[in-house]
T-cell receptor
Framework: DGGITQSPKYLFRKEGQNVTLSCEQNLNHDAMYWYRQDPGQGLRLIYYSQIVNDFQKGDIAEGYSVSREKKESFPLTVTSAQKNPTAFYLC????????????????FGPGTRLTVT | SQQGEEDPQALSIQEGENATMNCSYKTSINNLQWYRQNSGRGLVHLILIRSNEREKHSGRLRVTLDTSKKSSSLLITASRAADTASYFCATVESGGSNYKLTFGKGTLLTVNP
C-alpha cells in the first residue's frame, strides 16, 4: 500500500522544547516537502528536498530544521526558536527528475497537528 | 508569499448545482494546479494545467486558464455532498524552482444534500 505517513496525528509540547515530526514515503519519490497551514490559510513552504542529502529553505524556514539521510524519510524539527509553532504540518512528496521526468503533482500525507503551550 | 488568491472564500450550494471557484495569481507561471482538502486531512491533487493550455477536463471537473489575466477557474458540475471540502490553487512560477508550489488561501465549498 503506497503512500505517505506522518506521525503522530496530534502532538502536544511545552514552549521551549524542540519537537520532531516524522514523514515517511514508500512511493520512491525523489522530492519531499514540508508545509505549514494555519487556520483559514493556504499552505506555506518550510523546506524542500529534491534528492537525498540535499535540501533548500522555503518561504518560512526560520525556527525549523530538516534532514534527508534516506530517500524515504524527511523529518522536520520545530525548534524553540520558532515563535509561533502551533499549526497543522503537512508533508508531501513528488517524483523528481532524478528517477525520471519531473512530475509537478505532489502527494500529501495526512498531517500532524502540533499544539505548543 | 501567497501567489494565488481564490474567490470566493466560501461557497454554499445545493446538491446537483454547479460550483465555480476562481484563482488569481501575480507572476508568470509554468503550470497551475488545483488541490482539494477535506477538513483536517492532507491535500489531494485534482488537476494540472500548463501555461500553454487554456482548458482541461477531468470527470466532473473543468479548469480554465487565462494567462493574460493571470487567472484560472475550477468548475465542478453536478455537485455532490461528498464534494464538500476546501479547494486550493497552486502555481509553479516560470523561471523559479520547478519544485516550489505556491498556494492560495482556498475556497471552502459546502454542498448541501
Amino acid at each position: 500500500d503506497g503512500g505517505i505517513t506522518q506521525s503522530p496525528k496530534y502532538l502536544f509540547r511545552k514552549e521551549g522544547q524542540n519537537v520532531t515530526l516524522s514523514c515517511e514515503q514508500n512511493l520512491n519519490h525523489d522530492a519531499m516537502y514540508w508545509y505549514r497551514q494555519d487556520p483559514g490559510q493556504g499552505l506555506r513552504l518550510i523546506y524542500y528536498s529534491q534528492i537525498v542529502n540535499d535540501f533548500q529553505k522555503g518561504d518560512i524556514a526560520e525556527g525549523y530544521s530538516v534532514s534527508r539521510e534516506k530517500k524515504e524519510s524527511f523529518p522536520l524539527t520545530v525548534t524553540s526558536a520558532q515563535k509561533n509553532p502551533t499549526a497543522f504540518y503537512l508533508c508531501a512528496s513528488s517524483m523528481g527528475s532524478a528517477t525520471g521526468e519531473l512530475s509537478y503533482e505532489q502527494y500529501f500525507g495526512p498531517g500532524t497537528r502540533l499544539t505548543v503551550t | 508569499s501567497q501567489q494565488g488568491e481564490e474567490d470566493p472564500q466560501a461557497l454554499s450550494i445545493q446538491e446537483g448545482e454547479n460550483a465555480t471557484m476562481n484563482c488569481s495569481y501575480k507572476t508568470s507561471i509554468n503550470n497551475l494546479q488545483w488541490y482539494r482538502q477535506n477538513s483536517g486531512r492532507g491535500l489531494v491533487h485534482l488537476i494540472l494545467i500548463r501555461s500553454n493550455e487554456r482548458e482541461k477536463h477531468s470527470g466532473r471537473l473543468r479548469v480554465t486558464l487565462d494567462t493574460s489575466k493571470k487567472s484560472s477557474s475550477l468548475l465542478i458540475t453536478a455537485s455532490r455532498a461528498a464534494d464538500t471540502a476546501s479547494y486550493f490553487c497552486a502555481t509553479v512560477e516560470s523561471g523559479g524552482s520547478n519544485y516550489k508550489l505556491t498556494f492560495g488561501k482556498g475556497t471552502l465549498l459546502t454542498v448541501n444534500p
